[in-house]
């Protein structure tokens, strides 16, 4: 097994009698209303080379996945030849847009295998329905490669790989966070750092402790960070106060850790094979400032026409903009309610407020009675694009042409679902996925920490990791898969809103036999 690295998620894995091209992301016009690109460039890759590829997967539907640019671009016969794997989601979207690209051999993976020339073939999916990731795994001539991109296994879904497969050979995954927190949010710079610096630990730990479970020979840092080329945007790049890590940051992070498998960072256009999986760097002369100085002036004249794309005219835009919310009260009003929010949003010579629980927009502010408010500032240019649906509210939130605030000053994954999900299936799949989540099965585990027993819930109540094992620290037990935190003493969610607890958690004390 031979792989190639092609930039941010990409690769391109050789198993001989069979060639896989996972998640090319080649755009001029970068993703996200021009605001990501792949850090460093992958320019230099031969793209017509690419279409020896026998299979093609698309791990999910964003923008730095699912490169339609590239995908189009391509030859009619690779269209006609390649077999394009893709997770069994829920929602038709992944399949009708690269079917949209003009692709016909698509094949939708449930959690089975596929056995295509000699290879294994395995795609696992995250069920929460806010996310739609997936991860694949690649077998072949005793090499196994684990490539799970953005989508943040389960423990048991690692263990299921190594029981499967064995140990792993090459493991890849995004070691850099990807979120609109801190950065978009009314934070002063030290507490944006602070935030930061936390999120990105977490998130090397994370990384570090998956390596560990699945046996990896070598990990491959991918699917970030990504670098923001619009002048508007370009002061976020090697920049402490978000969660885009560089791989320096990663690597310096591992120094003093002790662990088993190699750091192998590829610039695109190189590979990797069994024999060569040693530690090494690439060249680090992109982490500059007149590298990315000199990649923005290359990406300009692209970016102001993707901008472009997203301009258009909305009479009377702040009736408009009211009925876009009101719309989205009206659209499953059971999300919007478990939101449970008092949105303020300010336009540049507007505003308005939505009341998500009461189901109302109004001009004048309602009473907040002890409830969560968020602040929501916007221009109107993409309001206006919103409204024309030139652009979804998931790759807005994602361009971080915005900023936000809220108080009291804690995540509400309900409120982000009310903003994100497009679709009236998907909002109704969400409020089932909480629901089914209040249902579920309250097995106990009991553990002993600082000599006293602590029984609490075994699976977390966000998305049903295993907490048997979980990090405890200064009376918080963290959730080793999103990071959710829980108090001790009594189960409280302490960095989520929406009810999300642990069962009460009783302490007895401990007896020596």
Known sequence: ??????????????????????????????????????????????????????????????????????????????????????????????????????????????????????????????????????????????????????????????????????????????????????TCYEYPLERKIEISRARREAKFERIARSAERLGANAYIPSAGPACFLDRELFSLNLNPATVFSGVSDFYEWLQPQSRKWNFVELAPGERIDRASHEERRAAPDYETPAYLDSYANDRAAAIADRLRDFACAVPDLPRAAREHFRDKLLDVPALARRA?????????RDRFYVDTFAGNVSDAKPRALGRQSYTLELSEFWMRALVAKKIRWEDLILSFRFSISREPDVYNEAFIAFLQLDTGR???????????????????????????????????????????????????????????????EDGRGLNNLGCIHLEHIPTFEETQT
């Open 426 to 488: 998907e909002r109704e799949d969400y409020v089932r996925f909480l629901e089914r989540l209040d249902r579920r099965d309250r097995e106990r585990v009991r553990r002993v920490h600082q000599g006293v027993t602590i029984e609490y819930d075994r699976f977390c109540p966000h998305n049903c990791e295993d907490l048997s094992n979980a990090k405890i620290e200064d009376g918080v037990l963290t959730c080793p898969r999103h990071f959710w935190r829980f108090s001790l």
């Open 1 to 182: 097994m031979t792989i190639e690295f092609l930039g941010h998620a990409g690769f391109l894995v050789d198993c001989g009698s069979a060639t896989v091209l996972c998640d090319p992301w080649f755009s001029p016009f970068g993703a996200y209303a021009g605001s990501w690109y792949p850090f460093p460039s992958n320019s230099q890759i031969d793209l017509e080379a690419l279409e020896r590829a026998t299979h093609l997967y698309i791990s999910h539907w964003h923008e730095d996945h699912l490169d339609e640019w590239f995908l189009s671009g391509r030859s009619e016969a690779f269209k006609r030849s390649v077999v394009v794997l893709i997770p069994k989601f829920k929602y038709p979207r992944l399949r009708e847009a690269i079917a949209h690209c003009g692709y016909t051999n698509i094949l939708e993976i449930e959690d089975e295998y596929v056995r295509a020339g000699g290879i294994r073939i395995y795609i696992q999916r995250d069920e929460n329905p806010l996310y739609s990731d997936s991860s694949i795994v690649i077998a072949s001539g005793g090499d196994v490669f684990v490539n799970s991109n953005d989508c943040k296994l389960t423990i048991g879904q690692e263990e299921e790989i190594v029981k499967r497969f064995g140990p792993v050979t090459f493991y890849t995954a995004q070691f850099s966070g990807a979120t609109f927190h801190p």
């Open 340 to 348: 449970n929010v008092l949105l303020e949003v300010h336009l540049e």
